[in-house]
Each structure stands twice: as structure tokens, then as C-alpha cells.
């Protein structure tokens, strides 16, 4: 299972597939339009959730967890990651890939391991980077720094990760994995399996405030939180409602084609909101909520209206570093990667 690499496809992926994937994930608004968080800063110090705090000690955890290689008499300076920037040879780069890269970069050597970010400038670049990295068995991780702006889906990429590389657990066979609660790479459920990690942040932030997790049941004779998730990506929207549900919350993803008037009624009636969408205009920015709804921005540019503070208990806004959580779960993620690959070559 994990000693072959699936051959490059040379077909595109149908017509159909192309266009869900540019409508639910890689859409971007109009330049005309740019969201103003400014308004930010006036958050009230009670309601603004503490992203870098929880950051700190998720890479506490994931420290903890490298310190399990270092016991297996493995250097970790040895344990080597290969992130892939995809882009078009005349664009920028993205400025959140760009920052998110920099700092995941400078996080990943402070903890003493080899971080080393690439540029794609095709498809074809970009598969041929990937595929020779799973190859490699000096590479113990792969990070791919979507959106890409080509023409063939996320899916398609990570079609060619294996799994026990796959530091963003966002492979089938890892995504999977957590679907179904399994919790383990092997059988004897001795190594722990990586999950989506920009899910798990969001789950790790909600889980800090003990009035949030306590909206969470105990057992089966409690009822759970309402949860409501604008976005439907493989990345964030669909493995955080699995993990929700799993933990007793009642959780409904919106997507492009859910109903404006639908979209409404289920943010008003949601104890937990989270938001990742291109906004394009004003009229898009999620302005009302249930009072007192945790509401955590997932997006680049800001997908909250200034009378949200009116209305949530807890607030998380784009601009709130919710990415150093996500870095530290990638980092914990590939100390789990490289565990079982020690596992594996033995």
C-alpha cells in the first residue's frame, strides 16, 4: 500500500469537476471589493479568542511529541519537509500563502527541523515536485500551500501524497481515517494518524474556553451545540463537520448554492459560526448571529461585518493568527509522519 506512487495522469479531470472545485474552493471576489477589518481592533479583550495563546501550547504538544524521535535516536535536523508553493510564472504570490509560508517555515526550524519551501509554476511542475518527494525517503513530509491556480483539482494533487506524508491530513486514506474515528496509522493502534490540521486548530480553539467546550455532551443523554460551517472545502468544511459531529455538535456546511434566506435563518440559530468564502461585496460579510455564538473567521480578507461584535459571544476575526494553531498541528502532524515511517523501515 505505501510502497507505490500512483503514476501522473495525463487526462484533465472532467469539465464539471473543474468548475465545482473553481466555485467551492479556489473562487476569489472581485478586485473591486476589499473587506475592511478594521474594525478589528475594537473587539472587546473579553470576546476576542486568544489564537497565539492556544498556538503556544499546541506546540508545546507537538515539542512533546517530537521529543519521541529524538528517544528513537533519530537526529531530528534529519526529519525534512517539502512544502510546495504553486503559482503562475507572471503572478504574486498570494500574501496569505506568502506570510503563512514564512512563518511556518521559521516555526518549523526553531523546533529543529529541515523546512524547505519551493515554487511550482505549473501543474506539471507542481506533480512532478510532490511525486519525486514521496520517493525520496529523506523527506519525511509534504505541505502544499493551497489554492493553486491551475487547471486540475486539489484532489488531484493529493492523490499523489502518500499517506504517512501527508502533514496536512488531507489524503483520502487519512481523511478517511478520521471519518470513521479511526485514530491509529496501523492495526495495533500504536501510531496516532494525522488529521486535517486547519480543522483541528479551529476545534483546538473552540475546546480553550470552558464555556464553549462545555456546550459540548458527555454522554449520550445531553444534546450538543448547533454549528454552522460557510464553507465547503476538503480542507476545512468538510473534516470539521466530521469532527464536530463527533463530538456531539448538530452541524450544517453552507456552500455557493445554499439559499440566502436559508443561510440567514441557519446563522441566527447557530451556537458556533465558522466562515472561510471570498466575499464580494458587503452584503456577503456575516453581520447577525445568535447572541452569544462563538463565530471564528477562517479567510484571508475577512468575511465579518463591524455588527457582529453586537451579537457574538466569542470572536475570532481573519486577522486573529488562527494559522499559528494550524502551524503548530502541522508540525505535530509531521512528528507523527515521521514516527511511522521510522515504524515502516524497520
Not at 467551492?24 to 473591486?32: A, V
Not at 515539542?63 to 510546495?84: H, P, S, Y
Not at 486577522?319 to 507523527?336: C, E
Request: aromatic fraction near 8%; proline fraction near 6%.
Amino acid at each position: 500500500m505505501y510502497g507505490r506512487v500512483p503514476p501522473p495522469l495525463s487526462h484533465q479531470p472532467p469539465e464539471s469537476d473543474l468548475s465545482l472545485n473553481r466555485l467551492l474552493i479556489t473562487s476569489s471576489p472581485p478586485i473591486g471589493f476589499v473587506s475592511d477589518t478594521s474594525w478589528t481592533k475594537s473587539i472587546p479583550p473579553e470576546k476576542r479568542m486568544n489564537c497565539i495563546a492556544v498556538a503556544q501550547q499546541a506546540f508545546g504538544q507537538a515539542e512533546q511529541k517530537l521529543r519521541e524521535i529524538d528517544r528513537r535516536g533519530t537526529d531530528r535536523e534529519r526529519v525534512r519537509v517539502a512544502a510546495f508553493m504553486p503559482r503562475l510564472p507572471d503572478a504574486e504570490l498570494d500574501r496569505g500563502c506568502r506570510r503563512y509560508a514564512s512563518f511556518m517555515s521559521k516555526k518549523f526550524r526553531e523546533h529543529g527541523l529541515d523546512f524547505r519551501v519551493e515554487e511550482a509554476l505549473s501543474a506539471d511542475a507542481l506533480e512532478l515536485l510532490i511525486m519525486g518527494a514521496q520517493v525520496n525517503d529523506k523527506i519525511h513530509g509534504t505541505f502544499v500551500f493551497f489554492p493553486t491556480p491551475f487547471d486540475r483539482t486539489e484532489d488531484y494533487f493529493l492523490r499523489r501524497v502518500r499517506p504517512e506524508k501527508d502533514i496536512e491530513g488531507l489524503t483520502i486514506e487519512n481523511t478517511g481515517r478520521m471519518s470513521l474515528n479511526i485514530k491509529s496509522f496501523d492495526e495495533e493502534q500504536k501510531y496516532e494518524g494525522v488529521v486535517p490540521c486547519t480543522a483541528r486548530a479551529i476545534l483546538t480553539l473552540l475546546h480553550h474556553y470552558a464555556p464553549v467546550k462545555a456546550m459540548f455532551p458527555k454522554g449520550l443523554e445531553q444534546q450538543g451545540p448547533v454549528a454552522v460551517i460557510v464553507n465547503s472545502s476538503a480542507r476545512i468544511g468538510v473534516p470539521l463537520q466530521s469532527m464536530l459531529m463527533r463530538i456531539g455538535a448538530t452541524t450544517t456546511i453552507c456552500h455557493v448554492q445554499t439559499r440566502n434566506e436559508d443561510k440567514e435563518r441557519y446563522l441566527e440559530s447557530a451556537d458556533i459560526v465558522v466562515t472561510a468564502f471570498p466575499a464580494r461585496s458587503e452584503e456577503d460579510l456575516v453581520r447577525r448571529v445568535k447572541k452569544g455564538a462563538v463565530v471564528i473567521d477562517c479567510s484571508t480578507d475577512g468575511n465579518l461585518h463591524p455588527d457582529i461584535i453586537n451579537y457574538a459571544g466569542y470572536i475570532s476575526p481573519c486577522d486573529n493568527h488562527l494559522g499559528q494553531i494550524t502551524t503548530a498541528l502541522a508540525l505535530y502532524n509531521t512528528a507523527l509522519c515521521a514516527l511511522w515511517q521510522h515504524r515502516i523501515r524497520q
